[in-house]
């Protein structure tokens, strides 16, 4: 990796430069809240935003989406293309940044998913430090960092920017859009105090020692009632997840009855028909199931294919849930035993 | 056949390829046998298959459905798949005639360790229509008989009615290579074989445990018993292997529906040896 230096008055002029080459999305304001929304002017990018209300995944793998358009008579698919312009996601955080790489291991690896596959290859990514707010937990997991899954990374050092350049298009893009200089030694150290005062700034640290194994020595702990009684099934922690990746997939008929359109939706673990089967069989129809579920798929199926846990610690859950379940919470009654 | 060989699959791993139904058999009220041709010419003289893998079955329209691919890997430019009308795309499929054209996206999944299972005895023990996709490996040790060798099959259904492929298993009766043994909870005055639940088949059949390989496939409720059946003959758990059932929209291990403990069904199994399934939290 090489790295750059480019003064924060600058900013604008990159913005801009890449918005003459794509559509630049990137976290605005909303209400009073965050969203990663299309920036049309360089002013309206909230590079110090806490964490935005829905992830990036919904650029990549979007909530509704159409997968083919088909013909019933002889059961042909009529179209299947994606469409995925060349865009620009602007202001990532390390967390988000690891999220797509979690999903990429489920959606590039075998059976690559045309869909996803095609807007993940046409988006470039711009990544920028954060401040941990306290519902951060990533660094128990080591997302707070991120050494790879981005072309550009802004680190923020006050009046200018430790650039780390990852891809030769990131190369290319900063070097057509924007002046920069070479690193020198005070800003290496300036760039390491960050990264220190940064690691220090988080409320706790999680313990997670052993956790996929207790995950199975307590599979019928009462923990995980009382969490079932709490839980509303709303499907909240899913939504607002950069890691859950979960979809249904409907066919949906054009008035004619001729033709139609096979589309995928996001789909949650939490919803009671989730894993309902034909004559009235259901493998998960207590809510305590399927809330323990959630935990022992990301924190142990997945890390028994991809060895890594399937959380990236940005908090969005805890604070969408209205159940106040957070997987802070999760984790600690795992550690320690019974629910706060 | 892997993945990569296929153009289409690697293309678009959703897209179904479009199959002819070249025959359909009522096997019972409930259950036909649908014999499909892929009409792409490459794709169908690339299509390989273990028994045990199943395919999407799609109707545009309707949706998609996985079923067990029933015929033997050994029959080449024709798969068979034996469904039970139970919802909406099956359901559609029951309705559908000989030389309409549905679609087909597979073979997904792990099949049962064929490879494996040669030169020992063989023990297989369907309960329903677990039957399909016992149906393939059955074929296929019928095809190469020689590779194997006791081999014992039990079959249980509700009653005389329900049972699948009776024409073929009455044939087989009469054969010494084969030692077949049928069931039913419910006889009526038709029925000369069996009558009672599976297990207690297990008192009539004899099992050299340390030569056996063993497959089982029904309903859920069945596994357990039968698996203390075969534990009490002094089976080992990494020899008997299961099916499992779960709902899925994807096949290709991304949907998240087919979930088992910490594995996907559909990429994992659905073939599964006991040992592993014993690891699956709320498998069995
Ligand atoms: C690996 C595997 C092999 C199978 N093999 C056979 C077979 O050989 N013959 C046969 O008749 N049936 C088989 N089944 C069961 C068959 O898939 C279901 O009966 C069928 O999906 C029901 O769909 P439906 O639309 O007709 O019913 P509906 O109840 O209308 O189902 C609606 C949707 O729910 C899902 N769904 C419902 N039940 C199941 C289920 N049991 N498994 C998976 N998804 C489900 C499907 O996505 C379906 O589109 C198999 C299932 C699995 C998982
Ligand atoms: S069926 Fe979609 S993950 Fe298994």
């Given at each position: 990796?090489?790295?750059?230096?480019?003064?924060?008055?600058?900013?604008?002029?990159?913005?801009?430069?890449?918005?003459?080459?794509?559509?630049?999305?990137?976290?605005?304001?909303?209400?009073?809240?965050?969203?990663?929304?299309?920036?049309?002017?360089?002013?309206?990018?909230?590079?110090?935003?806490?964490?935005?209300?829905?992830?990036?995944?919904?650029?990549f793998f979007p909530?509704?989406e159409r997968m083919m358009?088909?013909?019933?008579?002889?059961?042909?698919?009529?179209?299947d293309e994606v469409y995925a312009?060349?865009?620009?996601?602007?202001?990532?955080?390390?967390?988000?940044?690891?999220?797509?790489?979690?999903?990429?291991?489920?959606f590039m690896?075998?059976?690559e998913d045309p869909y996803y596959k095609a807007r993940r290859e046409?988006?470039?990514?711009?990544?920028?430090?954060?401040?941990?707010?306290?519902?951060?937990?990533?660094?128990?997991?080591?997302?707070?960092?991120?050494?790879?899954?981005?072309?550009?990374?802004?680190?923020?050092?006050?009046?200018?920017?430790?650039?780390?350049?990852?891809?030769?298009?990131?190369?290319?893009?900063?070097?057509?859009?924007?002046?920069?200089?070479?690193?020198?030694?005070?800003?290496?150290?300036?760039?390491?105090?960050?990264?220190?005062?940064?690691?220090?700034?988080?409320?706790?640290?999680?313990?997670?020692?052993?956790?996929?194994?207790?995950?199975?020595?307590?599979?019928?702990?009462?923990?995980?009632?009382?969490?079932?009684?709490?839980?509303?099934?709303?499907?909240?922690?899913?939504?607002?997840?950069?890691?859950?990746?979960?979809f249904?997939?409907?066919?949906?008929?054009?008035?004619?009855?001729?033709?139609?359109?096979?589309e995928r939706?996001?789909?949650?673990?939490?919803?009671?028909?989730?894993?309902?089967?034909?004559?009235?069989?259901?493998?998960?129809?207590?809510?305590?199931?399927?809330?323990?579920?959630?935990?022992?798929?990301?924190?142990?199926?997945?890390?028994?294919?991809?060895?890594?846990?399937?959380?990236?610690?940005?908090?969005?859950?805890?604070?969408?849930?209205?159940?106040?379940?957070?997987?802070?919470?999760?984790?600690?009654?795992?550690?320690?035993?019974?629910?706060? | 056949?892997?993945?990569?060989?296929?153009?289409?699959?690697?293309?678009n791993p959703y897209?179904?390829?479009?199959?002819?139904?070249?025959?359909?058999?009522?096997?019972?009220?409930?259950?036909?046998?649908?014999?499909?041709?892929?009409?792409?010419?490459?794709?169908?003289?690339?299509?390989?298959?273990?028994?045990?893998?199943?395919?999407?079955?799609?109707?545009?329209?309707?949706?998609?459905?996985?079923?067990?691919?029933?015929?033997?890997?050994?029959?080449?430019?024709?798969?068979?798949?034996?469904?039970?009308?139970?919802?909406?795309?099956?359901?559609?499929?029951?309705?559908?005639?000989?030389?309409?054209?549905?679609?087909?996206?597979?073979?997904?999944?792990?099949?049962?360790?064929?490879?494996?299972?040669?030169?020992?005895?063989?023990?297989?023990?369907?309960?329903?229509?677990?039957?399909?996709?016992?149906?393939?490996?059955?074929?296929?040790?019928?095809?190469?008989?020689?590779?194997?060798?006791?081999?014992?099959?039990?079959?249980?259904?509700?009653?005389?009615?329900?049972?699948?492929?009776?024409?073929?298993?009455?044939?087989?009766?009469?054969?010494?290579?084969?030692?077949?043994?049928?069931?039913?909870?419910?006889?009526?005055?038709?029925?000369?074989?069996?009558?009672?639940?599976?297990?207690?088949?297990?008192?009539?059949?004899?099992?050299?445990?340390?030569?056996?390989?063993?497959?089982?496939?029904?309903?859920?409720?069945?596994?357990?018993?039968?698996?203390?059946?075969?534990?009490?003959?002094?089976?080992?758990?990494?020899?008997?292997?299961?099916?499992?059932?779960?709902?899925?929209?994807?096949?290709?291990?991304k949907?998240?529906?087919?979930?088992?403990?910490?594995?996907?069904?559909?990429?994992?199994?659905?073939?599964?040896?006991?040992?592993?399934?014993?690891?699956?939290?709320?498998?069995?």
């Amino acid at each position: 990796m090489f790295f750059r230096v480019m003064d924060q008055s600058r900013l604008p002029d990159l913005v801009r430069g890449l918005a003459e080459e794509f559509e630049v999305v990137g976290p605005v304001a909303k209400d009073d809240r965050y969203v990663f929304g299309r920036i049309e002017d360089p002013a309206d990018l909230e590079l110090h935003y806490d964490t935005t209300l829905l992830p990036p995944k919904k650029l990549f793998f979007p909530p509704e989406e159409r997968m083919m358009r088909f013909r019933v008579a002889d059961n042909e698919v009529v179209d299947d293309e994606v469409y995925a312009g060349p865009r620009v996601l602007f202001g990532v955080h390390p967390c988000d940044i690891n999220g797509l790489l979690l999903m990429d291991n489920v959606f590039m690896g075998d059976f690559e998913d045309p869909y996803y596959k095609a807007r993940r290859e046409n988006t470039v990514i711009v990544g920028v430090s954060c401040t941990p707010t306290d519902t951060c937990f990533c660094n128990a997991w080591g997302t707070d960092e991120v050494h790879w899954g981005f072309d550009i990374f802004l680190t923020d050092l006050g009046d200018r920017y430790f650039v780390s350049v990852r891809s030769v298009l990131g190369a290319e893009l900063l070097d057509r859009h924007v002046e920069t200089r070479e690193i020198g030694d005070a800003d290496t150290e300036a760039f390491q105090s960050a990264s220190r005062k940064f690691k220090g700034s988080f409320t706790e640290e999680l313990d997670t020692s052993q956790l996929p194994l207790l995950l199975d020595a307590k599979f019928d702990s009462p923990m995980w009632d009382e969490l079932g009684d709490r839980c509303l099934s709303c499907g909240a922690c899913s939504t607002v997840c950069p890691t859950c990746y979960c979809f249904d997939v409907v066919d949906r008929l054009e008035p004619d009855q001729k033709t139609g359109m096979r589309e995928r939706r996001w789909d949650s673990c939490q919803f009671v028909e989730f894993a309902a089967v034909a004559h009235g069989e259901n493998f998960r129809v207590s809510r305590a199931s399927r809330v323990k579920y959630r935990y022992y798929h990301k924190q142990w199926g997945y890390l028994s294919k991809f060895e890594r846990v399937l959380c990236v610690g940005c908090g969005r859950c805890e604070r969408a849930c209205l159940a106040k379940i957070s997987p802070r919470e999760v984790v600690k009654a795992l550690e320690t035993g019974g629910v706060q | 056949m892997t993945a990569s060989k296929n153009q289409h699959l690697a293309a678009n791993p959703y897209r179904p390829w479009p199959t002819r139904i070249t025959s359909i058999v009522d096997l019972t009220e409930n259950e036909k046998l649908f014999e499909l041709r892929i009409i792409d010419d490459e794709v169908r003289d690339t299509f390989r298959f273990d028994s045990g893998q199943f395919v999407e079955m799609s109707i545009f329209g309707v949706g998609e459905a996985p079923i067990s691919i029933s015929s033997a890997p050994s029959k080449r430019g024709f798969i068979e798949l034996c469904v039970r009308k139970a919802g909406d795309v099956t359901g559609a499929l029951h309705s559908k005639r000989c030389g309409d054209i549905i679609g087909i996206r597979g073979p997904f999944g792990r099949g049962f360790p064929i490879q494996e299972m040669k030169g020992h005895d063989v023990l297989l023990v369907a309960g329903g229509l677990g039957i399909a996709p016992l149906k393939s490996l059955i074929n296929q040790i019928h095809d190469e008989r020689h590779e194997f060798g006791k081999v014992t099959i039990l079959y249980g259904a509700r009653n005389p009615s329900e049972v699948l492929f009776r024409y073929q298993f009455d044939m087989w009766k009469h054969r010494d290579d084969f030692e077949l043994i049928l069931t039913v909870d419910e006889a009526d005055d038709s029925w000369a074989d069996e009558v009672g639940v599976v297990t207690k088949l297990f008192d009539k059949i004899e099992i050299d445990s340390a030569r056996t390989y063993s497959a089982i496939c029904g309903p859920p409720v069945m596994y357990r018993f039968v698996i203390d059946e075969m534990r009490k003959k002094g089976m080992d758990v990494d020899r008997i292997f299961v099916s499992f059932e779960r709902r899925m929209k994807c096949g290709i291990g991304k949907c998240g529906h087919c979930g088992v403990g910490h594995q996907y069904t559909c990429i994992d199994g659905p073939v599964f040896s006991y040992w592993e399934a014993m690891n699956l939290q709320e498998a069995i």
